[in-house]
């Protein structure tokens, strides 16, 4: 032990001593070292929890993924490939954001190989990151292939009736081109029933329309068959026309004149209409009979009536008539309206 003499100023000299030591130096060096190594691991955790992080594993579904079918397309026709499927990734998020935003991935499945008839193949994958681990749904397909067979068929045009404006009628639906050609499996063209192309609209039809309607193959149940189609669009026109008919046109008074006044005649300056709308009603019609106001009728007077017209007409000419109303004074003790 190192007495402390001295005093104040001994104290000084030890520590200065002290300092000056080699000890210092080392203790000093020591301290440092612990301080940089300190720094230096925790800036490494730091970066290596931002990596764990970045390359933490993540699941998501990438949604409507087409399918490549691969097989001798010339000679073969292969069903049952569905047109989209799902694709479930795992890996890390950046990756899979990027795989999802590109898509430049693909989904395929290999026939070259297989054999007329049915199987059930795997749908495979590639251009996917190796640090991804790649699900599809489903991981197989049934499928089947036949000998590939073509034929001409007829297109039948259609069209809803309810989408024709009041009053008017089918004239005429046409299609161009009238016949397509339809490729698939021998036994899915012998079960064509129809080849159909229904005209469809957003407006009511009330001259003559043009549009673009897909054509369907069906079976004799309505079905769906599985067959190529080209063109798989064709060009329906419908002509429409609105049927007319000249009927006679009544009139008789309506309502009551004043007190002391009697209707005498009532008669339309026009004795004929001429009406527009569908044929099943024009049919059943040989006249209109139209009221005629006449309260507040004092004197002769003509006046201006509207026709109107019923359900299933659209037009009728002319829309308005001109009718002359004969009134006279009546007495009290004479009925009113010639009653």
Do not use: C
């Amino acid at each position: 032990m190192i007495p402390l003499t001295g005093g104040a100023g001994g104290g000084e000299k030890a520590m200065d001593k002290f300092v000056e030591s080699s000890w210092f130096v080392r203790i000093v060096a020591l301290l440092l070292a612990v301080l940089v190594y300190t720094s230096v691991n925790f800036s490494d955790f730091q970066l290596n929890k931002k990596a764990d992080n970045s390359a933490q594993e993540n699941s998501e579904i990438i949604t409507d993924v087409p399918i490549q079918a691969y097989y001798d397309t010339e000679n073969l026709f292969v069903s049952g490939v569905p047109d989209k499927v799902k694709v479930e990734v795992e890996g890390p998020k950046s990756i899979i954001e990027s795989t999802k935003r590109l898509r430049d991935f693909e989904l395929f499945i290999d026939l070259t190989n297989v054999s007329i008839g049915e199987h059930r193949v795997p749908i495979k994958h590639k251009q996917f990151s190796d640090k991804l681990k790649v699900t599809v749904h489903p991981e197989a397909v049934n499928v089947l292939i036949e000998e590939k067979v073509s034929d001409n068929f007829v297109v039948s045009p259609e069209f809803n009736d309810n989408m024709l404006a009041e009053g008017y009628q089918e004239e005429a639906v046409s299609v161009d081109p009238k016949r397509v050609k339809v490729t698939g499996s021998k036994a899915a063209l012998n079960r064509i029933v129809y080849v159909k192309a229904t005209l469809d609209v957003k407006e009511k039809v009330d001259k003559e329309t043009t549009g673009t309607a897909k054509v369907q193959v069906l079976d004799g149940e309505l079905n769906k068959l599985d067959v190529k189609v080209e063109p798989e669009t064709v060009q329906v026109s419908i002509s429409v026309k609105n049927p007319s008919k000249k009927i006679a046109l009544k009139v008789f008074p309506k309502g009551t004149p004043p007190k002391g006044v009697k209707i005498t005649s009532i008669k339309p300056e026009t004795e004929e209409l001429t009406i527009y709308g569908k044929e099943s009603i024009l049919k059943e019609m040989e006249e209109l009979v139209i009221p005629v106001e006449v309260d507040g009728v004092k004197k002769d007077t003509i006046l201006t009536v509207p026709i109107e017209i019923g359900e299933g007409l659209n037009f009728v000419s002319p829309q308005t008539v001109k009718v002359k109303v004969t009134a006279e004074e009546s007495s009290e003790s004479e009925p009113e309206n010639g009653e």
